[in-house]
């Protein structure tokens, strides 16, 4: 059977409540790599993305900013086009749902899941989140809030958003009537879930305690797709967004030729909207009469490490900061590189910067540097393909045949940090291999130069197939190495890549280094202080790593066990006869009878009449002894001294004398 050579990927469609931050690009850089990879495979490929742009959340926005949802729409998705350009997103269509297209289509979909008595008219009454545009049950909430009554008043989403009541009329779906084709699906269909843990939460959280029929209408607001029949509802806004990734392709419209050609496709999302992509979905796609994706792939998010981005936490990166100040492409290969796709993962600036100077800069960005220099200095910028051999050019190409299948077999699994480890796995092999071939001895002997352009031809072969696979992630870090080996290509094909091709040109006399290093600290200020909005962020607090301001030797706990220190009330207070420092106090301190204690603070306290009635901190097992030989003193005052003051350490006036303090 021959293979189908159309591939169709799209990314969620992005809703336009802000700028959007690091991990929206995530998605779309992964899609991105996706289709260039089966480009230069070969493939028919069709990538979308775009803007879900109905909905309350849009309508109160506007509302409140004083414009009709259009006018607040339409900037925001020129700079979401803008920033797509920035970061080389290489899509064939931008849907926005506003688009009339796609608004007739929805309709037509909608009146005949009417006419098919898949939608009913009822009523529904419930909680619902605006910000996620999602109905919940009470037993799906995160967190209840309850009057003095016990009743229900409110709560909070999964996601964290607070919830609130509605009641309307709508429309319903019956999705409880497909539950058990849906299980079937997935049984039939074990890839269309992935990671495969997305489909048991699926399963187990919401198709096995019974799934529920779908209010797929409003009448509460208006900005919406209306319903044809019924112009007073307005379609809920996830049926309405799930179409996209077929009206896109012309469902409903009278040229359905892309339609029939790239669908069933991928549909690409965060693990936050999986439910709404493999259940919902399929269902609504089975009652249409159409095939479900092929393939929904529900990826992790990328968070910090105090959780999710958040403008209120001051933890938010923006694509469009780290590109400016370091680069497209170290932007994009740290997020296929260091983040496990399909699993959560932590950006950090500083291992950001980590992954620029160690990867890019030292291990890519050198090996590069050295070739193009040796190829210079022994060839005179010459590359030579010929027979001579090395005891070591045999473990080296097994290596490169090794790394291009694997590299193929992690980009069918959308694996794509492990695709980037094994270029880096055959970039450090090369490295060795400049070692283990030493071409700066070869070099020493007319004997050896055959070996010597062997080598070096090896070397810029190796580059050539790392610049190639590196295409669908780097593509100008690609195009910079191709061009210092002399290689007037454009791109290599993936689909029929492997070594031994034939160089016709010098490479470059000099080469440029393409990732200069950084200098760490002051690149992960820069970013740390952009993340906080501008201001200098508050360092963070390691306790174990506190230095300690101390007069005295450290005690150990049972040392500070053994000192009793009690609250004592002044009774009465009055200056020592020969001293121009010394107080003496009569003080309760829940003994038998009331005590004496001298303390030298005379100077500090001009008036120590002020102390009669005072709770003060006292030391109350300290050994009594004689003072200006006729005085005991049974204990100490404690008192604080700074910037040549003193001031005697009170208690709260409610604490009773005697109190232990501790």
Not at 214 to 229: D, E
Not at 350 to 356: A, L, M, P, V, Y
Not at 393 to 407: C, F, G, M, P, S
Not at 605 to 615: A, I
Request: a negative charge.
């Amino acid at each position: 059977m021959t293979e189908n050579k159309n591939f169709y990927i799209t990314t969620p469609i992005y809703y336009p409540s802000g700028k959007l931050h690091l991990g929206s690009s995530y998605t779309t850089i992964a899609c991105d790599v996706l289709a260039r990879y089966k480009r230069l495979m070969g493939f028919d490929t069709f990538y979308l993305t775009g803007l879900d742009e109905h909905g309350m959340k849009i309508q109160r926005k506007a509302e409140e900013l004083g414009m009709t949802p259009k006018e607040y729409l339409d900037p925001m998705a020129e700079d979401v086009k803008e920033l797509w350009k920035m970061l080389d997103i290489s899509y064939d269509k931008f849907i926005r749902t506003t688009d009339n297209y796609h608004e007739e289509a929805v309709q037509k979909a909608f009146e005949q899941l009417l006419a098919q008595d898949d939608i009913y008219l009822d009523k529904y009454a419930g909680w619902y989140s605006v910000s996620d545009e999602e109905f919940f049950t009470e037993a799906q909430l995160e967190e209840v809030y309850r009057d003095a009554d016990g009743k229900v008043i409110g709560g909070k989403a999964p996601s964290g958003h607070e919830v609130e009541w509605v009641e309307e009329e709508s429309y319903f779906f019956r999705m409880s009537k497909y539950a058990d084709w849906l299980l079937d699906y997935y049984e039939s269909h074990p890839d269309f879930i992935q990671p495969e843990i997305r489909k048991n939460e699926m399963v187990n959280n919401f198709i096995k305690p019974g799934l529920e029929d779908l209010a797929v209408s409003r009448t509460t607001f208006t900005w919406g797709i209306p319903v044809k029949s019924n112009p007073k509802h307005v379609v809920y806004v996830w049926l309405d967004a799930l179409l996209n990734y077929v009206t896109a392709l012309g469902y409903g419209s009278e040229d359905t030729s892309k339609l029939d050609k790239f669908w069933p496709g991928v549909n690409m999302v965060g693990k936050e909207i999986v439910r709404f992509h493999t259940i919902y979905w399929p269902i609504m796609l089975h009652a249409l009469g159409m095939e479900p994706p092929k393939q929904v792939f529900g990826h992790g998010w990328l968070v910090m490490k105090d959780g999710k981005m958040s403008k209120s936490k001051g933890n938010v990166v923006y694509p469009d900061m780290l590109v400016n100040r370091c680069g497209l492409d170290p932007v994009r290969y740290y997020l296929m590189r260091a983040l496990s796709f399909g699993s959560d993962g932590v950006f950090s600036p500083e291992d950001f910067i980590d992954r620029i100077n160690y990867d890019l800069a030292n291990d890519l960005g050198n090996l590069l540097n050295r070739t193009v220099a040796m190829v210079n200095k022994y060839n005179g910028g010459v590359l030579v393909k010929n027979d001579a051999t090395t005891e070591f050019d045999a473990a080296l190409e097994i290596v490169l045949a090794e790394t291009l299948e694997k590299y193929h077999t992690a980009m069918d699994k959308f694996e794509f940090n492990v695709a980037l480890s094994e270029v880096w796995a055959l970039i450090s092999r090369t490295n060795k291999y400049i070692d283990e071939t030493a071409p700066w001895i070869l070099a020493k002997s007319e004997d050896d130069k055959d070996k010597l352009n062997n080598v070096l031809y090896h070397l810029a072969e190796n580059l050539r197939v790392v610049a190639a696979l590196l295409q669908p992630f780097m593509r100008a870090t690609s195009k910079k190495i191709f061009a210092q080996l002399g290689l007037t290509e454009e791109e290599f094909s993936l689909e029929d890549l492997a070594f031994g091709y034939e160089f016709t040109h010098k490479v470059v006399e000099k080469g440029e280094p393409v990732f200069p290093r950084l200098d760490k600290e002051e690149e992960v200020d820069y970013i740390k202080l952009q993340m906080a909005g501008g201001k200098s962020p508050e360092k963070e607090w390691i306790p174990e790593d506190v230095k300690l301001n101390l007069t005295l030797p450290e005690i150990k706990f049972n040392d500070f066990e053994k000192i009793e220190l009690k609250v004592a009330e002044v009774l009465e207070v009055s200056r020592v006869e020969g001293s121009d420092r010394l107080l003496r106090f009569k003080l309760d301190a829940g003994d038998e009878e009331p005590r004496q204690i001298l303390s030298g603070i005379a100077e500090f306290y001009p008036n120590e009449q002020e102390f009669v009635g005072k709770k003060l901190q006292i030391v109350a097992n300290l050994k009594p002894r004689k003072m200006m030989k006729k005085y005991v003193s049974q204990g100490m005052i404690l008192s604080a001294e700074f910037d040549g003051k003193l001031r005697v350490l009170e208690a709260p006036a409610d604490v009773p004398a005697g109190s232990l303090i501790g």
